[in-house]
């Protein structure tokens, strides 16, 4: 070590050059660097949807979707399946264990789809992944879809979804009565159109000695065309497609309505490809939507969500934070050195790990994401913990000798490798487990993981390779010892507290098991509360409610919102297009589909606006507005980004499953801050199937087409044609309307009314008399359109939402009330959704926590001979949990990710300490002497390396813990909890750790004096 020392401090310009290619080295590979919102997290669920043609008959839609469904079940490596078929599609979800490749599945399931036969006229079913680039990086609302392609055409968008308002074309509208009259069905109306070519004469006109291009064009617009169209010859005389129907242009395909302050507009999702980075390609957009503009100011937008300008905002408020505290650091360390040569070595060792760390990660391909950035931040405040120990060492032993002695810096350095190899090989076991958990947790914290475990590794070498050779250099003829004689007054502190360690051990004991007891009441979710002020109303209109019944509802909602001055804007989602939705990518069994009858109404208030006030004043306006639907307002901040809940219930007999679910229902509405979702994820709707007598028709001699006819004009039926013209094609929407006429009249029972009006269709027999349907027709009543199975068994499916941030004690009361519900015989209840997932998350990090532990253990038994120091180094540990809870409890956060993630951290971080004050009292017993003595005496010269670390890693993180302007996800929960647990595990570690290890030498000392008592007895 001498050597070394010796030869590096004489060549400082080495040492310098080799320092400015790490600072370059770190600062290219920074630029390079990708960054996105969330690390690359793939949830080992797929999903498969098809939506059903409306022209295709049920036996065919029935068929095939048992054929799909029994196809999927084949694919290889699918631990468990649920399908459900509804009226517009099925939707399935597969689920495979963690560690299967998720893109093989993808491809297996493709070619499991490939093998069914799809029914004719019908899309292929699409396949959807759950993982972080299924989320739009982007959500804009536009007053047109023009700008989509220019938008799709930009480098790093993979794809642009159009969510709204249909697009233009033709409406063709039926008339019931005319199609009777002609003896016309939807169907030929709809076959001549789709059989209609106009020949329009185009071709080559070759003769012996000329050969020409021809092509022949008319000059009516489209409309006109379409209205001249022979449907049918009646009688030698045409039926044109005027003559029955009203032409118009207008909006068609439309399935879902959209508005942005009560004003029509589309919603623009934009997807970004996996490999680009999230902050360039929202800039390019930004920039592209700024052009758009000003090119054509009648295209107006509004960003509703931008996740690079998030990240950005994110990502720049972390770096800040982190900036300020390690300022906050190299000042701490001047406050215990006083002198400027310790400080700038301290400073300097910060970038080197700090770039070093960075151009590691990106050689690995890992992002600058919101975790990794976390990580890199928490390993800031401990990358200089090495050096302090060592530095403070090499102080001590100096400002004991009085001067300058490379002997003595050598001797110290080489007294501390020991220490400082154990205290990092100890904070990389704690560490190292979570960036490798086989899971989805363990895929979000790999960066985190590591960018700790690269920057303590530097740490470890900058401390010993770096700084020696640099004190070599700066303090030889010019040492001179300013520090505090902190030594010194912790020896007289610690005697005048040592005789009452009975009584603030006891004391220490009885708070730590009150904070066990207080931790069981802090709120429990995947992520914390985020800083979003937005709000969310969903609207639920009943069951089978059409676009239009409850488009009218929201637009009562929207002429309450815009008078509201605390609203800065507003926008309307209204109707569903079958595409399955899910929260974030922890979603357990992939996500669901929104059915018809939700709508949503996203608010953001006006800058300044309290949101809880706001939603006060919502939930007084919604009480005036009509009972026939259900209005729930909830935001992020209540309960993470993910607060759905899911029972499936099991059994043989759908009946019994049916009515359990209802019942399940409406106890589970009871619960306070949960709200549950009505029968539209299992509906209970009848369909009615009239089934003729062909007998007694043909006795009665009624023409069956008539009957046939006139019955369709109950129907709605509805139908997309591409057609074309001599010069273009066009869309034409095929409308034929009910010719229900309902009372709706308070008291009336509008099934019951309808089913009585079919009863009552009258046709004409062969004698010219009435004949009514109900004389012809028997109704049955079939099974309800929804069906829904998991791995062969039927299912009942009862969601809701929790609408609170105590995930968990919403979850223990409904548990609660599960249990005092006496379930059928054979009907069993599979809790899923975010309990599911937040039981997961702690069975996750609580074993790469009981692995750290472990690691721990075997590293510290290694260190040191016996049980009695392993034991003293981690007895501290517990108390580090008091800090922890006291601060979620002062700043209202909840075990979350972040939150287990800080404590599991704190095992390592806690346990440095530790290991440095245990080694010192080794090495003062191994040279003998009075017990007590050498023991205050050890622990107070470790005091001022261990306050150092504790407080450089606590100032470091302190504007990560106490700043709530950054939506840092997991940042502030991680920071809370392991600022505190610092504070009360470094009080513990100067008091507990002495006083446990006298205890057991103590014993030990009894134990053999009482031996050698009973040896000269038994000698006598």
């Known amino acids: 070590m001498k050597k070394f020392i010796r030869f590096f401090s004489q060549r400082l310009v080495l040492l310098s050059v080799m320092v400015v290619l790490v600072f370059v080295w770190g600062i290219y590979s920074a630029a390079q660097m990708k960054t996105e919102y969330l690390p690359q ?62 893109e093989q599945a993808e491809r297996n399931i493709q070619n499991a789809i490939q093998r069914v036969n799809l029914p004719a006229d019908s899309s292929r079913p699409e396949i959807q992944r759950i993982s972080s680039d299924a989320f739009p990086f982007m959500e804009i609302s536009a007053s047109s879809a023009n700008i989509e392609k220019q938008l799709s055409e930009i480098n790093g968008v993979k794809r642009v979804d159009v969510t709204g308002n249909g697009q233009k074309g033709l409406v063709v509208q039926l008339d019931n009565q005319k199609l009777l009259d002609h003896g016309l069905r939807f169907e030929d109306v709809k076959n001549a159109l789709k059989n209609d070519r106009s020949l329009w004469p185009e071709g080559t006109i070759t003769t012996k000695n000329l050969q020409m291009l021809l092509k022949v064009e008319g000059t009516a617009n489209q409309k006109t065309e379409l209205e001249n169209t022979m449907v049918k010859t009646d009688n030698n005389k045409p039926v044109f497609l005027k003559d029955i129907a009203t032409i118009e242009e207008g909006t068609i395909n439309v399935e879902t309505k959209v508005r942005t302050n009560g004003k029509p507009s589309v919603i623009l999702d934009l997807y970004k490809t996996s490999s680009a980075d999230v902050t360039k390609v929202s800039e390019d957009v930004m920039k592209m939507l700024e052009k758009m503009n000003q090119s054509d100011p009648d295209v107006t937008f509004t960003i509703l969500s931008n996740q690079g300008q998030s990240v950005s905002h994110a990502i720049n408020g972390l770096w800040k934070e982190g900036a300020l505290g390690c300022v906050f650091s190299i000042l701490c360390v001047f406050f215990f050195f006083r002198e400027w040569r310790a400080t700038t070595a301290i400073a300097v060792t910060l970038p080197i790990c700090f770039l ?25 405040g401990r990358v200089v913990d090495d050096s302090i120990v060592v530095l403070d060492n090499v102080y001590r032993k100096l400002e004991k000798n009085g001067s300058y002695s490379l002997d003595l810096l050598a001797s110290a350095v080489k007294e501390m490798i020991p220490a400082v190899v154990s205290s990092t090989l100890v904070t990389v076991a704690v560490y190292l487990p979570l960036a490798l958990t086989k899971n989805m947790v363990g895929q979000a914290l790999y960066g985190l993981g590591w960018a700790v475990t690269i920057s303590l590794f530097c740490s470890l070498v900058v401390s010993l390779l770096i700084l020696p050779p640099y004190v070599a250099r700066t303090w030889t003829g010019r040492f001179h010892a300013k520090a505090p004689k902190i030594e010194m007054w912790a020896i007289i502190l610690l005697e005048k507290v040592w005789g009452h360690r009975g009584k603030w051990f006891s004391g220490l004991v009885v708070v730590l098991i009150l904070a066990i007891i207080s931790a069981i009441f802090i709120p429990v979710n995947v992520l914390p509360r985020t800083h979003a002020q937005d709000l969310t109303i969903q609207v639920e209109a009943k069951e089978g409610a059409t676009l239009e019944q409850v488009d009218a509802d929201v637009r009562a909602l929207e002429s309450l919102l815009q008078w509201h001055k605390e609203i800065a804007g507003y926008s309307s989602t209204v109707g569903s297009i079958f595409a399955p939705a899910f929260d974030d990518v922890f979603d357990q069994g992939g996500g669901w589909i929104q059915q018809p009858n939700i709508a949503n109404v996203y608010i953001t208030p006006t800058k300044g606006v309290k949101i809880d006030q706001l939603t006060y004043l919502l939930r007084q306006d919604i009480k005036n507005l009509s009972a026939s639907s259900n209005y729930t307002i909830t935001n992020q901040q209540i309960a993470g980004d993910d607060s759905r809940i899911n029972l499936v219930l099991t059994g043989e007999n759908p009946n019994e499953l049916t009515k359990t679910a209802a019942l399940l229902r409406g106890k589970l509405q009871m619960i306070k801050g949960l709200q549950i979702y009505g029968d539209a994820d299992q509906s209970d709707q009848e369909r009615f199937t009239i089934e003729l007598d062909e007998e007694k028709i043909n006795a009665l001699g009624v023409n069956k087409q008539s009957i046939l006819a006139k019955l369709e004009t109950f129907i709605d039926k509805r139908e997309d044609i591409q057609m074309a013209d001599s010069t273009s094609s066009f869309e034409v929407e095929l409308r034929k309307p009910s010719a229900v006429s309902l009372s709706y009249s308070q008291g009336t029972d509008s099934e019951q009314e309808l089913v009585t009006q079919l009863g009552h269709v009258t046709f004409k027999d062969k004698d010219g008399k009435d004949v ?30 929790i609408l609170t941030s105590d995930i968990g004690g919403v979850t223990k009361e409904i548990i609660d009330t599960l249990g005092k519900i006496d379930l059928p015989k054979g009907i069993q209840i599979e809790f899923g959704g975010i309990p599911q997932q937040v039981q997961e998350m702690i069975w996750n990090i609580g074993f790469a926590g009981v692995v750290s532990i472990i690691l721990v253990l075997f590293i510290i038994s290694c260190i040191f001979k016996g049980i009695r120091g392993p034991v003293a180094v981690v007895s501290s540990l517990p108390f580090a949990l008091i800090g922890s809870v006291l601060f979620l409890f002062l700043f209202r956060q909840s075990w979350n990710l972040g939150a287990l993630v800080g404590m599991v951290m704190l095992v390592g971080i806690v346990t440095t300490n530790g290991i440095v004050l245990v080694d010192r009292l080794e090495r003062l017993q191994a040279i003998g002497g009075p017990l007590k003595k050498f023991i205050i005496e050890g622990t107070a010269s470790r005091v001022r390396p261990v306050l150092m670390t504790a407080a450089t890693t606590i100032l470091t993180l302190l504007p990560l813990a106490f700043s709530g302007k950054s939506d840092t996800l997991i940042s502030q929960s991680l920071g809370l909890v392991v600022v505190g647990g610092m504070i009360t595990s470094t009080i513990a570690s100067l008091l507990v750790i002495p006083t446990v290890y006298y205890w057991m030498w103590n014993s030990g000392l009894r134990k053999k004096a009482h031996k050698q008592i009973n040896v000269l007895s038994y000698g006598d």
């Open 41 to 102: 997290i793939n949830n080992p669920t797929v999903m498969v949807t098809w939506k059903s043609p409306a022209e295709v008959d049920n036996v065919k839609i029935e068929q095939f979707n048992n054929n799909l469904i029994q196809s999927l079940k084949e694919v290889e490596g699918m631990k468990s399946i649920q399908s459900t078929i509804y009226k517009q599609g099925l939707f399935s979800s597969l689920t495979f264990s963690q560690n299967v490749d998720i």
């Open 356 to 380: 070093v760390t960075i151009s590691i990660l990106q050689a690995m391909g890992i992002t600058l994401n919101l975790l990794t950035v976390s990580g890199l931040i928490v390993s800031m």
């Open 772 to 801: 009514q349907l109900q004389e012809v027709g028997k109704l049955k009543v079939d099974s309800p359109i929804l069906w829904s199975e998991k791995d062969d068994q039927p299912i009942a499916v009862v969601t809701g939402n």
